[in-house]
């Protein structure tokens, strides 16, 4: 865990990191997280292979919950 997302874990409450390409989409849906926290680590988020299901996870839920992004290129 690189410096950034440790501090962002010092201050939450409780946190549940989950890999990019096993987003909980449903447990999203029902209201099972109350904020976000996107960190994509090493690579390019302009690559659609690469950040793609980050990007459908923020087309889908940036009106309903609260998204930080930690190093997004």
Same mark, same amino acid.
């Given at each position: 865990m690189d410096y950034k997302r440790y501090k962002v874990w010092q201050l $939450?409450?409780? *946190? !549940? *990191? *989950? &890999? =990019? #390409? $096993? +987003?909980? +989409? !449903? &447990?999203? &849906?029902q209201g099972d997280f109350t904020h976000v926290v996107l960190s994509p680590g090493p690579g390019n988020p302009m690559d659609p292979a690469y950040f793609g299901p980050t990007a459908r996870l923020i087309e889908d839920f =940036?009106? #309903?919950i609260p998204m930080l992004g930690i190093c997004l290129g």
């Amino acid at each position: 865990m690189d410096y950034k997302r440790y501090k962002v874990w010092q201050l $939450a409450d409780e *946190v !549940e *990191v *989950v &890999r =990019y #390409t $096993a +987003v909980p +989409v !449903e &447990r999203l &849906r029902q209201g099972d997280f109350t904020h976000v926290v996107l960190s994509p680590g090493p690579g390019n988020p302009m690559d659609p292979a690469y950040f793609g299901p980050t990007a459908r996870l923020i087309e889908d839920f =940036y009106q #309903t919950i609260p998204m930080l992004g930690i190093c997004l290129g």
